[in-house]
Every structure is written in C-alpha cells, then in structure tokens.
C-alpha cells in the first residue's frame, strides 16, 4: 500500500526524490547500488524463474510479425479489420471468428503457432488499441461488430478453459487480459452492435461488457441481407467469470452487477446457452434492442 500523501509530493518536486526515500515511501520494489545492479536484476529475475511452473524444456510459440496492412482511412489484420470516418472521429472494428478446425490440445496449440485463433486475434487487437490511441487521437469513438460462427468461438473458450493450467494456454489467456485492460483504459467511447451473424461469445462477447453501449438487433432485417444469417446471439463461458478481470480486479460482470448480487450470481446458469436479444436484456448484458 503506497500512501496518498507520498505520491502526491513526488508528482510535484521537479527534483524527485532519492532512492532511499523511494523505498521506504514504496515507490520502489528494490534499491542496489551500482556496483551490484545488474547482479540484483539477475536475483530477481532468477527468483521469479524459479516460481514459474513451466518446464525447464519447454519451448514456446515465436511470435512472428503481425500481417497488417495500414491505409488512409483503413487497417487490415488477418482477423480484425478497421475501417476509420473522419468525419464521424469513429474506427468501426468487424473482428472475424475462427474459420477452421481448433487444435485441441496444448501440444497442437503450440504447433499451430502464432496462428492459434485466440492468441493471432489478441495479438491483432492489441497492435490495433495502440496504432490507434498513438496515431489516430482524434478517432474518438470505436465500434465494434464481429463476423463468424459463435460455435466456434465458444470451442476456442471451452480449449482455453479445458487447458488452463498449462503454461502456454495460461499464457494466451493472460494476453487477453492485458489487452482488454488496456481497451478499458483507453479513453474512448466504446460501441457494440451485435447482428445477425456475429460472434459474441466467450472472450469476444467481454467486448460487449466492456462497451459504453451495446446495441443486439431483435429479429432479422430481411432488406439488409440478413435472411440466410443466424439471428444476433451472445453467450457467456466460464472465462467471463474471472480469468479476464479488469484492473480494480474485478470481472466486468461483477463491476456490471456490483449492486445486484442475485442478478450476477443467476448469469451462471446461463453459461454455454446462446442469448437472443430478449434474453440478453433480461439478464442485463446489453444496453439496448
């Protein structure tokens, strides 16, 4: 615990304060003279090795580099694509689900590579968070809408879940994590429009609870194309229940529900059960139909 007043003085001298101060202020984690820096940094990274359960032997996955092609007013992933208006400030998001068969098992994950779905799409939407807050600051609202078959998506969860506690799967799911945090943080109005059509399952659908607003259409707009699609569904997995909490450390369910306890506790009944748009609202995961 760093106490208010420290912080407050530290932000306001133009000189800083000395490492000792820091340490005992905990502003620091740790204080080692120059001549046994580098010595310290390899203690503690050493120490942290030794907590890990991941096997001395075990290889990883070589995060090859992102296939992006970035136009004027548009960026193009393998599964995300960004379209930008600039006269409305928006980058509409259409994020794509899984188009083939998922590897199963840790040891085809790892085969699989940097292509494994849920580890190429977070890695897509964390390069897209930042090329946008860095070099589109003006964009300030951002939609988003998906494409695909929920089943699949929902398959990737169940495999995610099914293998947490192998160092890999934990891994990927700590990737997400890290990026839908650092979506929440992102200081800009979030949109969800969930369709006929989409994907908002599992991991894809803490978009919808990470929005300002979603919107889910109720039924089929025939004029739109939209007869052949499967009507708008969403659907919760166990990962939406505290694998992905957000930085108070709380799931956005529970920061949704924080006030309705029996509200957040009788959405686990309804885990792996598609959600059409009454449903939905029901329940409280959607802000409008």
Not at 27 to 44: C, K, N, Y
Not at 71 to 82: M, P, Q, S, T, V
Not at 125 to 144: K, M
Not at 184 to 195: G, N, Y
Request: net charge negative.
């Amino acid at each position: 615990h760093v106490r208010r007043d420290h912080p407050d003085f530290f932000c306001t001298t133009s000189e800083g304060i000395r490492g000792k101060r820091a340490l005992e202020w905990k502003l620091i984690d740790d204080l080692a003279p120059r001549s046994r820096f580098d010595e310290v940094i390899h203690e503690r990274a050493q120490a942290y090795v030794e907590q890990s359960d991941r096997p001395a032997d075990a290889v990883g996955i070589a995060l090859t580099p992102l296939q992006r092609t970035v136009e004027a007013d548009r960026i193009r992933y393998e599964h995300l694509a960004i379209e930008i208006d600039r006269n409305l400030d928006l980058a509409a998001f259409v994020i794509s689900g899984p188009q083939s068969p998922l590897p199963q098992t840790p040891e085809d994950i790892q085969a699989a590579g940097a292509s494994f779905w849920p580890l190429a799409l977070a890695r897509e939407l964390d390069d897209a968070i930042l090329h946008l807050r860095f070099n589109e600051g003006e964009i300030g609202t951002w939609s988003f809408r998906s494409v695909g078959d929920p089943v699949r998506v929902a398959e990737a969860d169940a495999i995610l879940h099914r293998h947490a506690g192998h160092w890999l799967v934990r891994e990927i799911v700590l990737y997400w994590k890290r990026t839908l945090k650092r979506l929440d943080v992102s200081a800009r109005s979030l949109l969800v429009f969930i369709e006929p059509g989409s994907c908002f399952a599992g991991l894809l659908c803490e978009l919808v609870l990470a929005a300002d607003r979603s919107y889910m259409l109720d039924g089929i707009l025939e004029e739109d194309g939209q007869a052949d699609l499967p009507p708008a569904s969403i659907q919760l997995s166990p990962l939406n229940f505290g694998s992905l909490p957000m930085v108070n450390g709380l799931t956005r369910l529970q920061s949704r529900f924080l006030d309705a306890t029996d509200d957040f506790e009788r959405l686990q009944d309804h885990i792996g059960v598609p959600l059409d748009a009454g449903a939905a609202e029901n329940l409280g995961l959607v802000t409008f139909i």
